[in-house]
């Protein structure tokens, strides 16, 4: 088959009609790319206006998607089960089978939710927090313990848990491993981070929370957050963007 050539007086060069056409077809890719963002953009802008940024006190963390703050952003501006509510210049998160616990920092980039318990007594919420319902996990790695109810205080190689003990009771965290005295019974086998221990006295240790969002692409790490343009009006989240060889596919 014969081909047509086209001569580039400038540059010198030949180049087939089918380089030609592959030319402009990257030019298009790239003009859609940019029309795509730009678009996306403006409607970030718009969707901002409507979803403000909030802020408990002057301290506290940015409240934004998948945050939202009760009572001063719309629903729309975050996902069911991320609410967070302004109470005393303080973040508070609710949990049902807890209750409120303090909302020291949220860290978007690593998705990060810490918490401070308010009674000051993590093992509290570690025994009784119930994850399964939440969009949340622990951000650290679990381990298998026991929480043990004891008539009479062990052996100084076992850490009493103080703020769950009484006079008459003496709680204790221990490996799941290890053989129950006959002194105590099991209260709860569970995966925590950590036993207890008397030298962590912050109780901010080990409530540090993750999250994720089945279904949807982490396209917030490339680009940021964003929000695109529905028949329904502003949907937050990304649509599913992937490039390939300079292309944009839209899935």
């Given amino acids: 088959m014969r081909k047509i050539f086209l001569c580039d007086l400038y540059r010198g060069e030949i180049r087939t009609s089918q380089t ?66 302004c109470r005393d210049n303080t973040t508070m998160i609710h949990f049902p089978t807890y209750g409120p616990l303090v909302v020291k920092s949220i860290s978007y980039d690593i998705r990060k939710l810490s918490l401070l318990d308010p009674k000051s007594c993590v ?27 004891c008539s009479t205080r062990l052996s100084p190689s ?3 848990v103080s703020c769950l003990s009484g006079s008459r009771h003496h709680v204790y965290t221990v490996e799941s491993s290890l053989p129950i005295p006959v002194s105590c019974r099991p209260l709860k086998a569970i995966p925590i981070p950590f036993s207890y221990s008397p030298y962590l006295a912050d109780n901010s240790f080990g409530l540090g929370l993750t999250w ?27 649509p599913n963007i992937t490039l390939d060889k300079g292309k944009v596919i839209i899935f």
Wanted: with cysteine.
């Fill in 20 to 85: 030609v056409v592959s030319s402009l077809l990257q030019t298009m890719d790239a003009f859609m790319f940019f029309t795509l963002f730009s678009s996306m953009f403006l409607t970030i802008n718009a969707f901002e206006s409507k979803c403000p940024l909030v802020k408990c006190s002057h301290g506290g963390p940015d409240i934004r998607f998948p945050f939202r703050a009760l009572g001063q952003q719309p629903q729309h501006c975050g996902n069911p089960g991320f609410e967070l509510v």
């Fill in 123 to 149: 093992h509290e919420v570690f025994l009784n927090l119930n994850l399964s319902s939440t969009p949340f996990q622990y951000y650290y790695l679990l381990k298998n313990f026991i929480y043990l109810n």
């Fill in 158 to 160: 076992f850490d009493e």
């Fill in 212 to 238: 994720s969002m089945p279904g949807r692409k982490d396209f917030e790490e490339q680009v940021g957050s964003c929000v695109f343009q529905s028949k329904a009006g502003p949907k937050s989240g990304c």
